[in-house]
């Protein structure tokens, strides 16, 4: 079964609206050589912005980095799947390390989350990923075990294909420290070992320090899908240079 190679752009809480737009101006130059799937996930009080540009450049898939695990209602702040869908958002990033960790967000809460975002059809990149301690005591794969036992539980058949996983090691986000490929190799297959039907054709993306310099070594590796994209997101010309590395390898996964 054929998988896409994906280079997605966590923005995080960054990108002004000067910033947004130099960047796609700089993208729109590339448009005629993106062979692989290109995604961003802005903060969410953009996402309209950039649903708007991607519409007019065609070649970008827009998602959130969050959403509730409510439709709608009284949650002060929080991010509506339903409105996300409303807007025609692609994707949401949900249980990124920095939402388990800063917001104390759990499995049981991630799965009402992951399971409110199928419900209306919105892709679902689901981050699993251990702590530099966990790894440290031997536990890496008993904490990606339970993160998506727990985290992916009650997925109906049909919704599967819209579900991607991305493997976030804790101690390399952000950190200029990568796993090494044999380390992601190691664990992504794990992962796939672990996902119920479907597996084979499951997207399984790699985050942490990911840098045009190393994503080469990262998408040979043959359960890698593409990268889950921090700081090197930011600038149009690293973005630009990791979607041409992914675009070579278009047609060497299957
Ligand atoms: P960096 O690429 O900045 O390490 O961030 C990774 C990440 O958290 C993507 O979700």
Redesign the pocket.
């Known amino acids: 079964m054929k998988r896409d190679i994906h280079i997605v752009g966590?923005w995080?809480m960054n990108q002004t609206l000067q910033a947004i737009s130099d960047f796609f101006v700089e993208m729109s130059k590339m448009k005629m050589e993106l062979k692989c799937q290109a995604w961003i996930a802005p903060q969410a009080l953009h996402i309209p912005i950039l649903k708007e540009i991607a519409f007019t450049t065609g070649a970008i898939a827009i998602g959130a980095q969050n959403c509730s695990e409510h439709d709608s209602g009284a949650y002060t702040g929080e991010i509506s799947p339903l409105a996300l869908a409303d807007l025609g958002v692609e994707f949401v990033?949900i249980g990124?390390?920095?939402r388990r960790t800063i917001y104390k967000e759990d499995n049981p809460l991630l799965n009402k989350k992951v399971l409110a975002a199928l419900k209306h059809n919105l892709k679902v990149i689901y981050?699993v990923g251990e702590t530099l301690l966990e790894r440290e005591s031997n536990l890496t794969f008993d904490v990606l075990e339970e993160q998506l036992a727990e985290g992916l539980k009650n997925i109906s058949s049909d919704k599967l294909p819209l579900l991607l996983i991305?493997y976030?090691p804790v101690w390399?986000?952000?950190?200029g420290k990568t796993a090494s490929a044999e380390q992601a190799e190691e664990a992504h297959a794990f992962i796939r070992s672990k996902l119920s039907a479907g597996a084979e054709s499951t997207i399984i993306l790699y985050?942490?320090?990911?840098k045009p310099d190393n994503i080469d070594m990262l998408l040979s590796k043959e359960n890698i899908d593409g990268a889950?994209?921090?700081?090197?997101s930011l600038k149009a010309a690293d973005f630009r240079a990791l979607c041409s590395s992914a675009s070579a390898y278009e047609t060497r996964k299957g």
């Open positions: 966590n995080k990033i990124h390390s920095e981050c991305a976030e390399a986000i952000g950190t985050g942490g320090s990911v889950l994209v921090g700081g090197a």
